[in-house]
Structure formats: structure tokens, C-alpha cells
């Protein structure tokens, strides 16, 4: 397994301009008028500043008989300094962008449906060939039997186009898309303090273009977890994990895997001020085709909330798993991902985020090792319960094994929603 090397440090003096844009737009939204942050509505138990209710902002709905519909719309306006993620070819482009999405909820006694329809039509302005339609739509059911016995099921279709700074990227003429379908079913029984979980999932994947279709795959994974609650802000749990991988249309069983986990840790949620989980283990992938090594790793899954004051949120999160990947010569891949970011209510309707994410993709087979580095600043402002304006600044860099793999990308978006 590679190790990572050092991060470079590189183009910052390029991302000045996106910078200066993105001051003045929060500068224009702190306008006169808007509403002020006060302390006393604080965030509900296990409820982050972002999610918590804004009675005077947010949108109320359309009511149909038991069912409630939020229909919004969203336009962003790009500016991106290098649309291909690669520091050979070099191309900055104006994008447009338009987001539909309707939200539908209904809450009967014992049971919560939840579903929505969304999508993402970007258009470039001189580079053609990278505009992109992405669209889907999910549902969720939850379904409570009684106070011991919960059950639930969700099921979704997603056309999704693979970003260019994905080390998954094809480098083709035309960006990567495939056809994402994803199921799960679980259950939950609690007996006095012992809980036990069990949840099956189904996703498979279909790239589009016909030279990809070795890359068709499926992926079943069987997840069961016992928790003990210690108290009634803390649990502790053990877990375990099957997983198997499968593509549809090769011939042979090559990178095919089953992959075994198990983890242990603790779920925790004191007073809704600090929440989260920290789960730590080991994962072992197990390769059909015996001429591919199979290896054993540390496993990760964490993630915690602190609501530090009533108007702002830290959050941070880490992972580490194996992940299938299509980058030539290599059987898997093993993400390591640290996330940090803060949320700050400056005024009720005014909402500052800023977030930082390590990566590193470790390729097993192969002599490679990615790091990718990301840092996001962006401003939201909501005008009222119909209008909202943001803006965001994202600066990305990778360092890789692979020279061709390394870019730096700095890219500024501005943007108004509507909804009901």
C-alpha cells in the first residue's frame, strides 16, 4: 500500500481574483433590514445551526390533502479557471446552471413518507462539450410499529456526471456519466437497553458510454448492529459488515471483491450541544481472482456536531474504506477523508460557511497515491420565505504519484433559489 507524499503548494497567487469576488458578494448581502441572530432560539437536541427552524424564512409549502409539496429553483452562475482539473490543458469557462427540485412530505400516525424529484442542467459558455443534464429522484418510507419496532425502506435513480477532479474521471471528449440505482430496507428492534439493526443495501451502476461497460458494477452489502445505551446520552455498538462487489459485463472476475468490516464505537448526544458517532475497526478486502493480493486495513467512520454557541456550528468527520475504482492497472482503492467546517448565523437570515477536506486515495496494485486538498467559503442570504441569494468560493488542488493527475482549480459561484 503507497503512503502519501507531501502537499504542494501551489497557484495561490491565481486564486486572489475568485477571492476579491467572493468579499464584495458578502459584502452586498449584508444589506440593512435583515434579521437579526438572537441567542435565545437554539438549536433543538441533535439539530446543527444550519438545520434548525427560521419560522420567519422558511418556506411553508403547498398542502395537497395529506401531503405537502416544496417546490424550489435555483440558477448559479460559474466561474471556473480550469474546467478539466488538469494543469496541462488549462481552460477557464463561464457556466450556467439551473436547479429544479420538489420536495414531497407526509406524516401519518406511525408513518413518515418522504420523496423528491431533482435536477442539475449545466451549460457552458465556450467549452460545449462539458455542459451536462443530471437528474433523479428518491422516496424513503419509515414506518414505526410500535415504541420497540421501527422499519424502513428508500429507493432512488440518479444520472450523475463524474466531476473532472474525481481520480475517477475517464479523460474522455466528453465528461463520464453513469445511471446510479440505490435500495436499502432496515430494521431497528430496542429490547429495555439493547437495540439490533439490521439494514440490506443494493446499488448498482451503469456508465453510459459503450467503451465503459467493464465498468458496470453491482455492489450488496449486509450491515448488523447490537447497541447497548449506557446512558441516555450515550450508546455504545458493535457492527459488521459484508460487502460484495461485481461488475456485470466481464468475463473474468478481475477486481472483483468481498470486503468484511467490523467496527466499534459509541453514539453520543449531550444535551443537542455535542452529537455525533466514532466508529473504528478493520476492514478486510478478499479478491476472486487469486493472482490480486488481498489486504487487511484500518477502518473509520466518524462524524460530530458541536454546537459551540447558539449561533455557530463546528462539524468534523473522517473516513476510511474501500472504494472500487476504474483507474487502470489498480484492483481497489482505499479513501482516507478528513472534513472540518463551521457554520455562523451572523443575522437570522444570514448564513456564513466554511469547510476543509484532506483526501487521500491510495490505489492498490499500482504504484499511486493521490492527496487532495479542498477549501470552501461561502455566504447565504435569505431574503424571505420565496427568495434566497448565495455565493461560494472553492479552491482545489491534488498532488499525485502521477504527474498528469496533478491541477489546481479555483472556481466562484453566485446564485439566487426561489421556492415555496
Avoid: C
Avoid at 503507497?2 to 481574483?17: D, E, F
Avoid at 476492514?283 to 481472482?289: A, G, K, T
Avoid at 489486504?295 to 458541536?306: R, S
Avoid at 483507474?327 to 477523508?337: D, K, L, N
Amino acid at each position: 500500500m503507497t503512503g502519501p507524499g507531501p502537499m504542494g503548494n501551489r497557484a495561490l497567487g491565481r486564486a486572489m481574483p475568485f477571492g476579491l469576488i467572493m468579499a464584495v458578494t458578502a459584502l452586498l448581502f449584508a444589506m440593512p433590514g435583515a434579521a437579526p441572530a438572537v441567542a435565545q432560539d437554539e438549536p433543538a437536541r441533535a439539530e446543527t445551526i444550519r438545520e434548525r427552524a427560521r419560522p420567519l424564512f422558511d418556506p411553508i409549502g403547498l398542502p395537497a390533502g395529506p401531503w405537502r409539496f416544496f417546490p424550489s429553483l435555483s440558477t448559479e452562475l460559474q466561474l471556473d479557471d480550469n474546467i478539466f482539473a488538469d494543469d496541462e490543458i488549462v481552460r477557464a469557462d463561464i457556466a450556467f446552471v439551473v436547479e429544479p427540485l420538489v420536495r414531497v412530505r407526509e406524516e401519518l400516525e406511525g408513518i413518515e413518507v418522504r420523496a423528491e424529484a431533482f435536477g442539475r442542467f449545466t451549460q457552458y459558455v465556450d467549452n460545449r462539450s462539458e455542459s451536462n443534464e443530471e437528474f433523479g429522484f428518491d422516496a424513503s418510507v419509515d414506518y414505526e410499529i410500535d415504541s420497540s419496532l421501527q422499519v424502513g425502506a428508500a429507493a432512488g435513480f440518479q444520472r450523475e456526471t463524474v466531476s473532472r477532479s474525481d481520480p475517477e474521471d475517464a479523460d474522455l471528449d466528453e465528461p463520464l456519466q453513469r445511471n446510479l440505482f440505490e435500495a436499502d430496507l432496515s430494521t431497528d428492534y430496542t429490547l429495555n437497553r439493547v437495540s439490533f439493526t439490521l439494514t440490506g443495501e443494493v446499488r448498482l451502476e451503469d456508465f453510459l458510454p459503450e467503451e465503459e461497460d467493464d465498468e458496470d458494477r453491482q455492489r450488496y452489502r449486509g450491515i448488523a448492529r447490537v447497541s447497548y445505551e449506557i446512558s441516555p446520552k450515550v450508546d455504545a455498538f458493535v457492527e459488521g459488515q459484508f460487502s460484495a462487489l461485481r461488475f456485470t459485463s466481464r468475463e473474468s472476475d478481475d477486481s472483483e471483491s468481498n470486503t468484511f468490516t467490523a467496527l466499534t464505537g459509541s453514539a453520543f448526544d449531550f444535551n443537542g450541544i455535542v452529537f455525533g458517532e466514532v466508529g473504528v475497526g478493520v476492514f478486510h478486502q478478499d479478491f476472486l481472482d487469486p493472482a490480486e493480493d488481498d489486504f487487511t486495513g484500518l477502518a473509520l467512520n466518524a462524524g460530530i456536531d458541536w454546537n459551540v454557541t447558539a449561533l455557530t456550528g463546528l462539524r468534523a468527520s473522517i473516513i476510511r474504506r474501500d472504494e472500487a475504482t476504474r483507474v487502470g492497472g489498480a484492483s481497489s482503492r482505499v479513501r482516507t477523508e478528513l472534513r472540518i467546517g463551521a457554520t455562523h448565523e451572523l443575522l437570522r437570515n444570514l448564513l456564513i460557511d466554511v469547510d476543509g477536506s484532506y483526501r487521500i486515495d491510495e490505489f492498490e496494485g499500482i504504484d499511486r497515491t493521490d492527496e487532495t486538498f479542498r477549501a470552501t467559503a461561502g455566504v447565504e442570504y435569505i431574503v424571505n420565505r420565496v427568495l434566497a441569494t448565495f455565493a461560494r468560493y472553492e479552491f482545489t488542488t491534488r498532488t499525485s504519484d502521477d504527474p498528469e493527475s496533478e491541477f489546481d482549480r479555483n472556481l466562484a459561484i453566485i446564485g439566487v433559489s426561489a421556492r415555496l
